[in-house]
């Protein structure tokens, strides 16, 4: 079996030594999570399955869509002899949703959260040369608070709601790393002073050793910098770039410069070295603009979703990872919104590489209780954790332009402060606490709770282009477009005090020619979009020109979010078939969307 998805996992932060451990491993399904009580630990497992594939995707070998409350993966694996004086690290791309692993029968990382990154040493367990049997259980209960982004958690998909993932979703790999190491830098650009501040963490600080970074671009090294690494926790240093070296990254020239990690220890030798990239770009606000490198960037972004017809949540190859960018740039947007997922870290390596702008998400969806006094919502504060671990693994990406930690979350305000209104605050708190150098979206749409959040948005999905476009009309008396709770009106968001503003979803026009050929023909069919679906082709055109001119005619709103890239299952509101195949005249719609925005004042 040809190994998928073999590419390195982690293109921001690369050594030379690393093992994919992508391919057939043994699972089975622990469908009462008891299996640590029948010995399942211990034991083979009855079935293959294809990692990183979860067990609800065809491309996984299992296609069992139920309800999986516990999941188990066995692999043995030799670490290469010629890692000999190093220590083998495990790392998991994602796991959904809860994930336990022992290694030789040695219980070494419990990790909660289904899309981030956690690692396990193996020093002591399993050294270089010897096998190591990995066991991972994975629980994805069906009841309570849980942060699923778009996962259904009834038996069928409806509305815009999918398919599950539990267990593996991402790539798994060991590493070799040095007993004393690197860990993973936070590079800041600095656009103002032309040069890059680096926070290289070690694991630690020995007497007479140092880190260095060396930067690169096409015409070789830019400029180098030696800092002692036994004084500081996370040894900082500045690159400075010459003026005549100065190119800035932005969606016409997406220049990324190489980084060389090194870690030296009193002798002078190189004992870690690791490969990086960075872009110089800059993110500002001014009044109600977001300024990208001082100047005024119309965002046309698409709500992005991630998801494959056989491999749901997982791209089915970094071809398909790519092709989405490259899709979503040929319609004619320069970004996206990550909707309701943290993508895969090569998605973003890619738009680095492409200038793609993206806001980053957290999939929070999942935090609906039972309506106790208007306090339905109540996220958990492991919401928390999870985020500040996407923000941590994606800091450096020049790409991610703002962070949203919240979506559509729907509650009214009252007289008491709710579990959501903690939650809300302190995820917006950590992520400004983690990064000073993007700005920071509450919530998007619906309830935003923190006044002084840094952007304010809404979601419209009103079909009429006349009445959408006097409906975002208000904002050039300070009063835009808000929504509202339920059917009385009542306010679910703090006032808009001036920020930044756009209208992060709104189109999501409804069309797929079969469905309303056999509707018309009075078959049944569980095609789903927002609003009337468009009588035919033409009239979405017509539709889709008059939603994006009522935008790109706002002198101050920034940007716009359109819903959405490609259909997803039943969702057929997208720009392109849920196959990625065309749908429409994309370069039709990317006439529509690439003429100058008012906002586009230099």
Known sequence: MTQPRPEHPRPQFVRPEWLNLNGAWQFEIDQADTGLERGVRDRELQQRIVV?????????????????????????????????????????????????????????????????????????????????????????TRQGVQARGKQTSTYF?????????????????????????LGRPRITPDVAGSSFHLEVPVSANKPGWKVRAILKDADGEVASREVRADLDLAPRLTLQVPADRVRL????????????????????????????????????????????????????????QGYWPESLMTAPSEEALLADIELSLAAGFNGARLHQKVFEERFLYHADRLGYLVWGEFGDWGSGVADTGHDNQQPAANFVT????????????????????????????????????????????????????????????????????????????????????????????????????????????????????????????????????????????????YGQRVADEEAFYVRFAGLVDALLDNPLMFGYCYTQLTDVFQEENGIYRFDRSSKFDVPRIKAVQTRPAAYEKD
């Open 386 to 529: 999870q985020w500040l671990e996407a923000v941590e693994r994606d800091y450096s990406h020049p790409s991610i332009i703002g962070w949203c930690p919240l979506n559509e979350t729907h509650q009214l305000l009252h007289d008491r402060i709710t579990q959501l209104d903690d939650v809300t605050r302190a995820m917006f708190l950590a992520t400004k606490a983690a990064d000073t150098t993007r700005p920071v979206l509450d919530a998007s749409g619906y309830s935003h709770r923190v006044p002084e959040t840094d952007v304010w948005d809404s979601h419209n999905y009103e079909q009429d282009p006349e009445k959408f476009a006097e409906q975002m009309a208000g904002l050039a008396y300070g009063k835009p477009y808000a929504n509202v709770g339920g059917h009385d009106g009542k306010p679910i968001s703090q006032p808009y005090a001036g920020q930044p503003y756009f209208c992060s979803e709104f189109g999501g026009i409804w069309w797929n020619a079969e469905a309303a050929a056999a509707g018309a023909a009075g078959n049944t069919n569980e095609s789903w979009g």
């Open 52 to 140: 990183p594939f979860a067990p609800e995707s065809k491309l996984s070998g299992i296609e069992n869509v139920d309800f999986l409350e516990a999941v188990w993966y066995r692999t043995t694996v030799t670490i290469p002899a010629d890692w000999a004086g190093k220590d083998a690290v495990l790392h998991f791309q994602a796991v959904d949703q809860d994930a336990t692993v022992w290694v030789n029968g040695v219980e070494l990382v419990r990790h909660r959260g289904g899309f981030t990154p956690f690692s396990a040493n193996l020093r002591g367990v399993a050294r270089p040369g010897e096998e190591a049997l990995i066991v991972v259980r994975a629980r994805d």
């Open 249 to 304: 990254w932005d969606t016409a020239d997406p220049h990324l410069y190489d980084v060389r990690l090194e870690l030296i220890d009193a002798d002078g030798n190189v004992v870690d070295r690791a490969d990086s990239y960075a872009g110089l770009r800059s993110v500002s606000i001014n009044g109600q603009a977001i300024l990208i490198n001082g100047k005024h960037v119309y965002q046309r972004l698409v709500l992005d």
């Open 157 to 181: 998909n409806h509305g815009c709601l999918y398919t599950r993932t539990t267990g593996i979703w991402q790539t798994v790999w060991l590493e070799a790393v040095p007993t004393t190491h």
